[in-house]
């Protein structure tokens, strides 16, 4: 896992609607990286719900919210449109979680993203690490105190 107080490995990736985006893009901004193991299943969707439907909250601590998945861009993208998602969700399907293991949330055994959110401030370092075990959700009350703390 990525250590506290270091500076945030940087990237691009493409997002549901093809567009580079990159963590230098942000810089000067608290980010928040939420990983997700995989699109369409029903923890990451609630998880996901709950970004969305509490996003303004989020975005008052002048944060931005990146979603990263090893799943490709089209689904991603129909993800988003079926749940109506207007952040961005990010593809790190190829080279295959390249992105995911430079954060140290790469799980081996199953090819996919940990359920692990990275808090960032605005000058790129990361100030939290906020994740949960298996199937269990990430507590939504404890992004808006690492934000408020950050």
């Not at 980010?31 to 193991?37: Q, R």
């Not at 601590?61 to 090893?70: G, S």
């Not at 081996?108 to 690490?129: C, K, L, Q, S």
């Not at 992004?143 to 950050?150: C, E, M």
Request: with cysteine.
């Amino acid at each position: 896992m990525i250590e506290l107080g270091t500076s945030a490995p940087g990237f691009t990736l493409r997002d549901q609607n093809r567009q580079k985006v990159s963590l230098s893009d942000f810089l000067g901004q608290k980010v928040m990286i939420v990983f997700i193991p995989m699109a369409f299943t029903k923890t990451c969707q609630g998880e996901l719900c709950q970004i969305r439907d509490n996003l303004a909250r989020l975005e008052s601590f002048d944060a931005t919210v990146l979603v990263i998945t090893c799943d490709s861009l089209y689904s991603n993208r129909t993800w988003a449109e079926q749940q109506g998602f207007s952040f961005h969700i990010l593809s790190d399907f190829w080279p295959h979680g390249e992105v995911t293991r430079a954060y140290g949330c790469f799980d081996e055994r199953f090819g996919v993203a940990r359920r692990v959110t990275i808090v960032i401030d605005g000058g790129g370092m990361i100030r939290e690490v906020i994740g949960s075990e298996g199937d269990e959700a990430r507590d939504f009350d404890s992004y808006l105190a690492a934000l408020a703390g950050v």
